[in-house]
């Protein structure tokens, strides 16, 4: 099970109420600890580095969207750039934008996976009814898409256009298949070279 945890607060050691030593640092480690829920999907072999590095900012809510420069006392308006309608933060771009809802949408139409996106890792984790090719590219297209709506915010910002939704998710899913058949080393199923070439054809 992959973990994070945090052994110190303020600079102080919090392991059983004493000062740090390698025997109390090994029983701190050895209890149970957080999972950190989007790790596997992080891990993934169809995943460029960038795009797991912009999911990682974006999990832990450190992009810099209007609300976070406001608190460091950088400031223009709060508008969202990409639908110009709510105001920008990390929840409206990623879950709640009109841009980003339509890419999404887009792009499981395109995958054939209908879920909200709070649930796609319980989905990916589960087997049920569908190939490990199936979770690998689902799971880096959701990366990758992250990552094209952050492009798409800063495209939005610096060029004072938006690139069309239908744009940016074929690009996705183009970058995610290339990258699954620069990477794979197993042989595919019937069953999932279909559904490979199926995907393809509606790029
Ligand atoms: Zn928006």
Redesign the pocket.
Known sequence: MHTCKTGYNNDSWIGHGQGYTVSGGLQWLSDAKPTVPWFHVTCNRSNLPKHSFIFWLRSHNRLLTKDRLKRFGIFHDEV?Y??V??D?THT??FYD???SSRCCMMMQNILGVRLRPELLQQWIKSSRGRSRLQQQIVGACHVALVYAIWEARNHARHHDSVVLPRLQVKNVINRVIQRFWATNTTRLSDKEIIWIEKVKCQL
Request: with cysteine.
């Open positions: 969202c990409l639908c309608v709510d920008e409206h771009l934008c009109q841009y």
